[in-house]
């Protein structure tokens, strides 16, 4: 059996614990198995830049942030267009793998990486693949790998945030990623105890944002703390068209949003708001313990269906329990944050304040 495998896309705490629960279940339920390792994701298969891998290669990285392969990103939208080198990409990973004499290629990634590893099951090759994202926002599972360890960086920021906002009855903003969805900004506000949480489903409206800081001011809190997507966009933005938007951003002297908020409240409210970015740490260190179970148990499912040769199909969970779903329902779709989802409604019920008008 040959297996080609690699991490595509934005990387997370994760990976390493998928590949070694891929790994380690196919070297205990067959005799004979060969790992090839795509270094630096689907460029390695388009430039046949790869490692034979040995089974101790796999051991030992269980709490081992990143990914031992590398990550690239090779968008879907460029798919198409020759690399650099004047290389078809499509063209060249069909050949790697067909060169190589592959069974199947597994593939960790998330939403763009889906869609090429869909094109390349379209093409005839056999592709098994694993959610990996911190956003969360793979269409067709309920979690992805890399979430909770997000989830966790993010929080500890905005815990580490409370003790210098109160020192300074200041109001803090804390700019989480997720681009398109809000599902770290939502559930590492609640976790870290923030006031209002803005995220990219539901445009905010300034002036709601600092009703909600005068009202804590009136009820004798000091300080507050906004969790805020870098995807999240105002209400007044919201209503224009991409052109619109896009002419109207190149306008802002901001390096992201949250700076942009910052200068609004700090006009209308005349009070100390300050900036805080975790950035990529959120996608750095060793993975939490929830994500080595999740990523490693996912691993376990990939080459389960590796085993039974149940192609074209990406792990996922659903009602809480693992199952599979075809790459062609998966790619190109990004599962946003309902607006009326649960945790939404519990979070109003709380006093947190989603910007939104009542």
């Not at 990914?67 to 690239?72: A, E, N, V, Y």
């Not at 199947?104 to 090759?125: E, I, R, Y």
């Given at each position: 059996?040959?297996?080609?495998?690699?991490?595509?896309?934005?990387?997370?705490?994760?990976?390493?614990?998928?590949?070694?629960?891929?790994?380690?279940?196919?070297?205990?339920?067959?005799?004979?198995?060969?790992?090839?390792?795509?270094?630096?994701?689907?460029?390695?298969?388009i430039?046949?830049?790869?490692?034979?891998?040995?089974?101790?290669?796999?051991?030992?990285?269980?709490?081992?942030?990143?990914?031992?392969?590398?990550?690239?990103?090779?968008?879907?939208?460029?798919?198409?267009?020759?690399?650099?080198?004047?290389?078809?990409?499509?063209?060249g990973?069909?050949?790697?793998?067909k060169?190589?004499?592959?069974?199947?290629?597994?593939?960790?990634?998330?939403?763009?990486?889906?869609?090429?590893?869909?094109?390349?099951?379209?093409?005839?090759?056999?592709?098994?693949?694993?959610?990996?994202?911190?956003?969360?926002?793979?269409?067709?599972?309920?979690?992805?790998?890399?979430?909770?360890?997000?989830?966790?960086?993010?929080?500890?920021?905005?815990?580490?945030?409370?003790?210098?906002?109160?020192?300074?009855?200041?109001?803090?903003i804390?700019?989480?990623?997720?681009h398109?969805?809000?599902?770290?900004?939502?559930?590492?506000?609640?976790?870290?105890?923030?006031?209002?949480?803005?995220?990219?489903?539901?445009?905010?409206?300034?002036?709601?944002?600092?009703?909600?800081?005068?009202?804590?001011?009136?009820?004798?809190?000091?300080?507050?703390?906004?969790?805020?997507?870098?995807?999240?966009?105002?209400?007044?933005?919201?209503?224009?068209?991409?052109?619109?938007?896009?002419?109207?951003?190149?306008?802002?002297?901001?390096?992201?949003?949250?700076?942009?908020?910052?200068?609004?409240?700090?006009?209308?409210?005349?009070?100390?708001?300050?900036?805080?970015i975790?950035?990529?740490v959120?996608?750095?260190?060793?993975?939490?313990?929830?994500?080595?179970?999740?990523?490693?148990?996912?691993?376990?499912?990939?080459?389960?269906?590796?085993?039974?040769?149940?192609?074209?199909?990406?792990?996922?969970?659903?009602?809480?329990?693992?199952?599979?779903?075809p790459?062609?329902?998966?790619?190109?779709?990004?599962?946003?944050?309902?607006?009326?989802?649960?945790?939404?409604?519990?979070?109003?019920?709380?006093?947190?304040?989603?910007?939104?008008?009542?």
């Amino acid at each position: 059996m040959k297996i080609g495998m690699l991490t595509s896309g934005g990387d997370c705490q994760s990976p390493n614990a998928a590949m070694r629960g891929v790994a380690k279940t196919l070297y205990n339920n067959s005799n004979d198995v060969e790992i090839y390792g795509f270094l630096d994701g689907y460029k390695g298969m388009i430039t046949k830049n790869y490692k034979l891998m040995k089974e101790e290669d796999f051991s030992g990285i269980l709490t081992e942030g990143g990914t031992i392969l590398g990550t690239s990103r090779t968008p879907f939208k460029y798919i198409n267009e020759p690399d650099e080198e004047g290389r078809d990409k499509v063209a060249g990973m069909i050949k790697t793998y067909k060169d190589l004499k592959l069974d199947c290629l597994v593939m960790l990634g998330g939403n763009g990486s889906h869609k090429t590893a869909a094109l390349l099951s379209q093409k005839g090759l056999n592709v098994v693949t694993l959610p990996k994202t911190i956003d969360n926002d793979i269409e067709g599972t309920e979690m992805s790998f890399g979430f909770q360890s997000a989830i966790d960086v993010a929080t500890r920021t905005i815990d580490e945030i409370h003790t210098t906002a109160a020192s300074h009855s200041r109001v803090f903003i804390v700019e989480i990623m997720g681009h398109k969805t809000g599902w770290l900004t939502l559930h590492s506000g609640i976790a870290g105890g923030a006031d209002i949480i803005l995220i990219p489903e539901i445009p905010y409206n300034v002036d709601e944002v600092l009703n909600t800081i005068r009202k804590r001011e009136k009820q004798g809190k000091k300080f507050t703390i906004i969790a805020m997507a870098e995807g999240a966009i105002s209400d007044e933005d919201a209503k224009l068209s991409k052109k619109e938007l896009k002419e109207k951003r190149k306008t802002y002297t901001f390096p992201s949003v949250a700076y942009q908020l910052s200068d609004e409240l700090q006009k209308k409210a005349g009070q100390e708001v300050r900036v805080t970015i975790p950035g990529h740490v959120q996608r750095g260190g060793i993975p939490s313990a929830s994500d080595r179970i999740l990523a490693t148990r996912i691993g376990v499912e990939a080459a389960g269906l590796i085993l039974r040769k149940d192609y074209g199909n990406m792990v996922c969970i659903k009602d809480g329990k693992f199952s599979k779903i075809p790459l062609e329902e998966v790619a190109g779709k990004t599962k946003m944050v309902n607006v009326d989802n649960e945790l939404i409604r519990q979070a109003e019920s709380l006093g947190i304040s989603l910007g939104r008008k009542a």
